[in-house]
């Protein structure tokens, strides 16, 4: 339960890192992202609400859509958190973990269910430019979340010491 609650901390603040920095970008340097028909969270709500009977379709509330579409974008990345936590059998370099753990997770979505679900192009149809920024984040993403880890393992160490 230990690592769920740890990995659950880490994953969050990784997230909310990466969401920062795509954030940034969307204002910055627009033409640097992966060219997305639509944010993933919606497109998620929009096909869980598919499944619902049609008398239910219209009746949730937007701003329960976008909360919910915020919530699924943050489970992700706290699942990214808890099956680093869960594989690794002890820690190793940060920086490398960190951005192993980026690539993967990157890998994932841009390789894997992004194209799947028709969001993006695959990335051999994307320009550099917009692959390597996002690429980068999420390797920031990844080491953010494996420093915050370690950072919640060590605060629970000392604590269990001054006991």
């Given at each position: 339960?230990?690592?769920?609650?740890?990995?659950?901390?880490?994953?969050?603040?990784?997230?909310?890192?990466?969401?920062?920095?795509?954030?940034?970008?969307?204002?910055?340097?627009?033409?640097?992202?992966?060219?997305?028909?639509?944010?993933?969270?919606?497109?998620?709500?929009?096909?869980?609400?598919?499944?619902?009977?049609?008398?239910?379709?219209?009746?949730?509330?937007?701003?329960?859509?976008?909360?919910?579409?915020?919530?699924?974008?943050?489970?992700?990345?706290?699942?990214?958190?808890?099956?680093?936590?869960?594989?690794?059998?002890?820690?190793?370099?940060?920086?490398?973990?960190?951005?192993?753990?980026?690539?993967?997770?990157?890998?994932?979505?841009?390789?894997?269910?992004?194209?799947?679900?028709r969001l993006a192009p695959p990335v051999w149809r994307q320009k550099p430019k917009q692959i390597i920024p996002?690429?980068?984040?999420?390797?920031?993403?990844?080491?953010?979340?494996?420093?915050?880890?370690?950072?919640l393992e060590n605060l629970l160490r000392r604590s269990r010491q001054g006991r």
């Amino acid at each position: 339960m230990e690592k769920v609650l740890l990995s659950t901390g880490a994953g969050i603040a990784g997230t909310a890192l990466i969401r920062g920095l795509i954030t940034g970008t969307q204002r910055y340097a627009p033409r640097t992202l992966p060219p997305m028909k639509a944010d993933p969270g919606r497109f998620m709500v929009a096909q869980a609400e598919r499944l619902l009977p049609a008398r239910l379709r219209g009746g949730i509330p937007a701003h329960l859509e976008s909360a919910f579409a915020v919530l699924l974008a943050f489970g992700y990345g706290v699942s990214g958190a808890a099956g680093y936590a869960f594989a690794r059998r002890r820690p190793g370099n940060l920086f490398l973990d960190g951005a192993m753990l980026g690539a993967a997770t990157w890998a994932v979505s841009y390789l894997g269910w992004v194209p799947a679900t028709r969001l993006a192009p695959p990335v051999w149809r994307q320009k550099p430019k917009q692959i390597i920024p996002n690429l980068v984040s999420h390797a920031i993403y990844g080491i953010a979340t494996v420093g915050a880890l370690r950072l919640l393992e060590n605060l629970l160490r000392r604590s269990r010491q001054g006991r």
